[in-house]
């Protein structure tokens, strides 16, 4: 396979690397991890099989041979050669025939999956690259020829493209740290709306709103934080972590998001408001 062109930002994905952390070594993974194993499904891959990460579209590759593909993530549609392909669906590609994720109207990240995966060698036993400390598999770029592994088997049918649109309400467990912050902050996260900032990315979800004023004075030692943690530096303002998120941080952190909810903020275009709401069954617990 080659890469013709890359868009704003592509980078691979599969499931992350784990066991490294004692090492100063994120787990990563994809920012959308339904997405992620949507894509792999549809194409008929084996679960943690490598795909691109596209930001807004952009990705153009050619096969040297037959290739089966399938997009997920937004609403953006394959263009293959001069066909259009919906979201969600898997294809059939004809050797030298181009294959292009479009720009999306709604979401941020597509997944590109390949049937086979994409086999660059891994890199602490993952293709995944994370964007803050680095490590992972080169960022693709025009004129990179990447290997294919064998094709596994059928895919699944297939899915829906997400709602991407509509009010965005995460489900939060407050802690480890609200016991920082005063009464009217927590009922202000509760209760109020937030606009996902310019400055967000893979790394966090940046938010603008309401402060949320702290109850004690001083800053905390460095601690260990997870996906899905909103911490919340002295300016008052949210950050929610996503998946090339650091292993520490010195800020109190508030609330953890539910695991699916980080998902969907990590579709968040800026300017989309953002709402928390407390977790009311242990189901929805992260």
């Given at each position: 396979?080659?890469v013709?062109?890359t868009?704003?930002?592509v980078v691979l994905?599969?499931?992350?690397?784990?066991?490294?952390?004692?090492?100063?070594?994120?787990?990563?993974?994809p920012?959308?991890?339904?997405a992620?194993a949507?894509?792999?499904?549809?194409?008929?891959?084996p679960?943690?099989?490598?795909?691109?990460?596209?930001?807004?579209?952009?990705?153009?590759?050619?096969?040297?041979?037959?290739?089966?593909?399938?997009?997920?993530?937004?609403?953006?549609?394959?263009?293959?050669?001069?066909t259009?392909?919906p979201?969600g669906q898997?294809?059939?590609v004809?050797?030298?025939?181009?294959?292009?994720?479009t720009?999306?109207?709604?979401?941020?990240?597509?997944?590109?999956?390949?049937?086979?995966?994409?086999?660059?060698?891994?890199?602490?036993?993952?293709?995944?690259?994370?964007?803050?400390?680095?490590v992972?598999?080169?960022?693709?770029?025009?004129?990179?020829?990447?290997?294919?592994?064998?094709?596994?088997?059928?895919g699944?049918?297939?899915?829906?493209?997400?709602?991407?649109?509509?009010?965005?309400?995460?489900?939060?467990?407050?802690g480890?740290?609200?016991?920082w912050?005063?009464?009217p902050?927590i009922?202000?996260?509760?209760?109020?709306?937030?606009?996902?900032?310019p400055a967000?990315?893979?790394?966090?979800?940046?938010?603008?709103?309401p402060?949320?004023a702290r109850?004690?004075?001083?800053?905390?030692?460095?601690?260990?934080?997870?996906?899905g943690?909103?911490?919340?530096?002295?300016?008052?303002?949210?950050?929610?972590?996503?998946?090339?998120?650091?292993l520490?941080?010195?800020y109190p952190v508030?609330?953890?998001?539910?695991?699916?909810d980080?998902?969907r903020?990590g579709?968040?275009r800026p300017g989309?408001t953002?709402?928390f709401?407390?977790?009311?069954?242990?189901?929805e617990r992260?």
């Open positions: 396979m080659t013709v062109r868009g704003p930002r994905k599969d499931t992350g690397r784990s066991g490294y952390a004692g090492y100063g070594v994120a787990p990563s993974g920012v959308d991890r339904g992620y949507a894509a792999n499904r549809l194409v008929g891959n679960a943690g099989a490598a795909v691109f990460e596209c930001l807004l579209g952009g990705l153009v590759v050619r096969f040297d041979g037959p290739a089966v593909v399938a997009l997920t993530g937004t609403d953006a549609t394959l263009l293959v050669g001069v259009e392909v979201s898997a294809v059939d004809a050797p030298d025939v181009p294959v292009e994720v720009t999306p109207r709604h979401g941020l990240r597509g997944y590109l999956a390949v049937a086979g995966g994409i086999a660059v060698p891994p890199v602490l036993g993952s293709r995944s690259t994370d964007a803050l400390g680095g992972g598999p080169p960022v693709p770029r025009p004129g990179d020829i990447l290997p294919i592994g064998a094709a596994a088997g059928a699944a049918p297939g899915r829906e493209a997400p709602d991407l649109a509509t009010p965005l309400v995460a489900t939060v467990d407050l480890p740290r609200d016991d912050f005063t009464g902050a009922a202000a996260f509760l209760t109020a709306e937030y606009t996902v900032a967000s990315d893979s790394v966090g979800v940046r938010l603008s709103g402060p949320l109850s004690r004075a001083g800053e905390l030692s460095s601690e260990g934080v997870v996906r943690a909103v911490q919340v530096p002295p300016d008052g303002q949210p950050i929610v972590f996503g998946a090339d998120h650091p520490t941080g010195g508030i609330a953890v998001v539910h695991p699916r980080t998902d903020l579709q968040a989309r953002v709402r709401a407390l977790a009311t069954d242990f189901l992260p």
